[in-house]
């Protein structure tokens, strides 16, 4: 539900495909000049068996693989991405067919030699210059997690799944950092389906994703904007399970009118200390202003969605 800027990026993605692609052109010559070791099931065993790069799909990676097709296949934005995958889905069907040999090799290349030799090192780095902190789909939860070894991890997700689109598992912007809930929820969703309303995280302007449904005269529940990755990710149903008292919190003290005023005078004591109105706001909603820094803090495209657009709290405190 935020959004993710290309612009402020696009040096961090020249410098990612800079670093990685010699490692996918080694891998295409591999498939081509020795064919790949894949693992199989036979007779209920799992073995592994040598295929071989066949005429014609040496002609197709050799044409469609070259060194300049690959660098742009790191670097086409989402609606790029988009129109690539459509045309491939008509034009190449077999690409995406987990059984075909072709599928196999794109595999190889893209994701065993490419995305799962990304080592610890190049995904912190990734972490760190986008500066993201809080879950892209759902900013309730942030990114990083602990494992018993005290290792930290953070945790990205193929917008467009790489099970899917194997060609794409190494492309900049299909990268999108999440928690490892919206992370495991997501798996292979199709985000490409044009029936579906789905906005991809780089396509979107941080406009207004949450509003509110009144049950009573003190009760709302959330309600979120209609989009079918939100709901993939059950993002209403468990904001309404586990968060309804930051919402009802909102409304007490910004809406309320015996409250209302307390607020507003709290505003003028810090202004007189010297806060801004950024600071102000960040004090007493735990939230932020700037879309740019959503992210920096869980539940704050939600919480700056209640106040600005369901409860006007903010505009009536004249905090922007």
């Not at 210059?129 to 809080?134: A, E, P, T």
């Amino acid at each position: 539900m935020l959004s993710l800027d290309i612009k402020q990026n696009k040096s961090f993605a020249e410098e990612f495909k800079n670093e990685h692609l010699k490692s996918l052109i080694e891998a295409r010559d591999r498939v081509i000049n020795s064919g790949i070791e894949i693992t199989i099931k036979k007779n209920k065993k799992t073995v592994n068996k040598k295929i071989y790069v066949s005429t014609a799909n040496r002609k197709f990676l050799q044409k469609q693989l070259t060194d300049n097709r690959l660098k742009k296949a790191m670097l086409l934005t989402p609606k790029q991405q988009r129109k690539v995958i459509n045309l491939l889905k008509k034009k190449f069907p077999s690409l995406h067919n987990q059984k075909t040999k072709i599928y196999q090799f794109l595999k190889y290349i893209f994701i065993t030699s490419g995305y799962d030799k990304l080592d610890s090192k190049s995904k912190k780095l990734f972490y760190t210059d986008l500066k993201i902190n809080s879950c892209i789909y759902c900013n309730r939860n942030y990114i990083f997690d602990i494992k018993e070894n005290g290792h930290i991890k953070g945790h990205i997700d193929h917008f467009y799944p790489k099970a899917k689109y194997p060609y794409f598992a190494m492309n900049f912007y299909n990268f999108i950092p999440v928690c490892e809930s919206c992370n495991r929820v997501k798996k292979e969703f199709d985000t490409t389906d044009i029936t579906k309303a789905i906005i991809h995280p780089y396509d979107r302007k941080n406009e207004k994703v949450f509003g509110i449904e009144i049950l009573s005269v003190d009760e709302f529940s959330y309600k979120l904007k209609e989009d079918d990755l939100l709901q993939q990710l059950h993002i209403e149903k468990i904001y309404n399970t586990g968060h309804k008292d930051i919402l009802e919190e909102l409304y007490i003290k910004f809406f309320q009118k015996d409250t209302k005023e307390y607020f507003d005078t709290l505003k003028k004591e810090f202004k007189s200390l010297g806060f801004n109105d950024k600071d102000v706001y960040r004090y007493l909603t735990c939230g932020y202003l700037d879309d740019k820094e959503f992210h920096k803090r869980a539940f704050s495209k939600m919480t700056y969605d209640m106040l600005n657009e369901e409860f006007k709290a903010v505009k009536e405190l004249k905090l922007l």
